[in-house]
């Protein structure tokens, strides 16, 4: 079992910045893919941002392109999301989650799906004011 533990939320105003990390007990394997969801208030989770770790492969939702980026330290079991313009629609409860998933092109058209991912971190507030 992959223990996560997450850190980073906070509030900000509208155009800020935050930096979200969750770092992965156990194997490097089990959290070869890494990812981040959010959900917010009356919403479904919906997928972030996410990462193959044994190519570096990188997915974004069309929402945060240009504005969020994945990154992971691998030695460390640790993966980043560098948060940049915020707006007030991406206030939510963001998780962390890994997986050690087999299938470098499959997870291309998966990533976003909270079913591709065995472990989940307990989450962290993003309040963006506008």
């Known amino acids: 079992q992959v223990q996560l533990v997450e850190s980073g939320g906070g509030s900000v105003q509208a155009g800020g910045s935050l930096r979200l990390s969750c770092s992965a007990s156990g194997d490097i394997v089990s959290s070869r893919c890494m990812a981040w969801f959010r959900q917010a208030p009356g919403k479904e989770r919906e997928g972030v941002a996410a990462?193959?770790?044994?190519?570096?492969?990188?997915y974004y939702a069309d929402s945060v392109k240009g504005r969020f980026t994945i990154s992971r330290e691998n030695a460390a079991k640790t993966v980043y999301l560098q948060m940049n313009s915020l707006k007030p629609e991406d206030t939510a409860i963001y998780y962390c989650a890994v997986d050690p998933c087999y299938d470098p092109v499959g997870f291309g058209g998966s990533w976003n799906r909270p079913s591709s991912f065995r472990s989940w971190g307990q989450g962290t507030q993003v309040t963006v004011s506008s």
């Open positions: 990462i193959y770790g044994g190519r570096d492969d990188k």
